[in-house]
């Protein structure tokens, strides 16, 4: 990325604030020493929730390329299927609880790793940054969001975008729109028009988790980036009337989702819009991945004649960004395997290989440019460009700690139930309150 303009650090700072204030605070913990390598290195389990197409095909290029580098080395892929890790963070937290972790999980940089490294359930990784010369490869700022009391916790792998609408563009022709919507009032104009003039469903949606996804890009898209990150400072006040308007939108955006969503993951969700079947869907570029994919496993489809993609109504010029990283538990069985697993997420051949198929862009600094097309040549310039605002991802671990995410997600979980606007800003306000940030 382009790095270091002061104003860029001053953002990163903002959205560090939340996550890194804590970091800084909180004494203690930590411990461990990643300097012994001599750890068992016959095998690796890597736990993730990289199981669909486009995240799955990531993975395995990246295993293959770990396996060439260390034959020696067992690859067991532990991954759990759920979007955005809902089922797979359940299984982790009940086997670290009961102290038999895999070798390297997935951990969202930003307040996500805090807890695990509150928890005192990851080791320090500096001696490996060191010997791999890592701190240089990295963004300063991303480094922030995984350091805790001057060490270092995770190996971020990429950057995600979460704040991005796909389109079908011949179902938006039809509906006589000219083009995606520009600002949430657009997108509700928008959604109308796709419900009077087609028979296809203006926003799909899929699990619950797709519905807190869709919230926090309305929440950007409404109240701008200056508001939303200072919705995630310490006491911030969820009660005002921006906040009743954002979340008055969320309501009517969602009477346009269909109802059989719940059934589906993220993927059904997505898959609907390449289809034809749907307008609109607000999912992060992962779907990229899944859409454009080569057949059996991804869709086969393609950019601008199957789907096209925009910012989230509202949002241009923000990125809204979330990274998943890899750690090292404390007391993973194979802790050679697990550093020899970090170095290949860590390095700029793994990135390389596993970005494009991802559907994110890498999180080092000296990718290689050229590999990164269509949408992802976008992401790579969005996040590269000078004066780029930066927001956390709330859902993606950046911004809420495990607490407020679950919080927030049992409060959208109620009002897709009584479609309550003023009881679900109430339960926002209570969740920030009691979020311990
Ligand atoms: C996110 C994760 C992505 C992708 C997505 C859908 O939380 O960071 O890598 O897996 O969930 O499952």
């Keep these: 990325m382009t790095e270091g303009t002061g104003a860029m650090r001053g953002r ?3 959205i560090a604030a939340v ?23 016959s095998e690796v389990e890597v736990f993730s929730w990289w199981t669909g197409p486009g995240e799955a095909d990531g993975l395995a290029a990246m295993k293959a390329d770990f396996e060439k580098k260390n034959p020696g080395t067992k690859f067991t892929n532990a991954a759990i299927a759920g979007g955005s890790g809902t089922q797979a963070q359940a ?86 729109l000219s083009g995606p919507p520009k600002s949430v009032a657009e997108f509700i104009t928008a959604l109308k028009a796709v ?3 087609t028979k296809k469903v203006p926003l799909s949606l899929g699990a619950q988790w797709t519905a807190d996804h869709l919230l926090e890009s ?45 059934s589906t993951d993220w993927q059904g969700a997505a898959k609907a819009v390449v289809d034809g079947k749907a307008a609109f869907n607000i999912m992060g570029d992962w779907a990229y991945g899944y859409f454009t994919g080569a057949a059996p496993n991804g869709l086969g489809k393609k950019l601008d004649e199957d789907f096209k993609y925009a910012a989230s109504p509202g949002t241009d010029g923000t990125y809204m960004w979330l990274s998943d990283s890899f750690t090292l538990p404390k007391g993973a069985p194979h802790k050679g395997g697990a550093l020899a697993w970090l170095k290949e997420a860590s390095s700029k051949e793994g990135q390389d290989l596993f970005n494009p198929k991802k559907g994110s862009i890498p999180a080092r600094k000296d990718a290689d440019k050229s590999l990164y097309k269509g949408y992802l040549e976008y992401a790579f ?31 959208v979980g109620l009002f897709l139930q009584n479609k309550d606007v003023g009881k679900l800003q109430s339960a926002l306000s209570t969740a920030a309150e009691n979020s311990g940030s």
């Design 381 to 411: 310039n969005e996040w590269n460009k000078p004066g780029v605002k930066l927001a956390g991802s709330f859902w993606h671990g950046v911004n809420a700690n495990k607490k407020w995410h679950t919080d927030i997600d049992t409060a």
């Design 91 to 176: 299984v982790l937290a009940s086997r670290l609880q009961n102290r038999k972790p895999p070798d390297s999980f997935q951990g969202h940089a930003g307040a996500e790793l805090l807890d695990y490294i509150k928890a005192g359930q990851i080791e320090p990784l500096d001696s490996f940054y060191q010997e791999n010369n890592l701190r240089a490869a990295y963004p300063a700022q991303l480094l922030e969001q995984i350091t805790y009391n001057g060490k270092i916790y995770s190996v971020p792998v990429n950057i995600h975008r979460s704040n991005v609408l796909w389109y079908n563009p011949k179902i938006v022709q039809e509906a006589g």
């Design 218 to 262: 309305v929440l950007l898209g409404d109240l701008g980036t200056d508001a939303y990150n200072a919705l995630w400072k310490p006491g911030a006040d969820w009660s005002g009337p921006a906040v009743t308007k954002a979340l008055t939108d969320f309501a009517e955006i969602m009477k346009y989702t269909t109802v059989e969503a719940a």
């Design 19 to 41: 996550a890194v204030s804590g970091m800084l605070a909180v004494s203690g913990c930590g411990g461990g020493d990643d300097k012994d390598t001599s750890g068992d290195k």
């Design 12 to 14: 990163w700072k903002a």
């Design 195 to 197: 419900k009077d003039k």
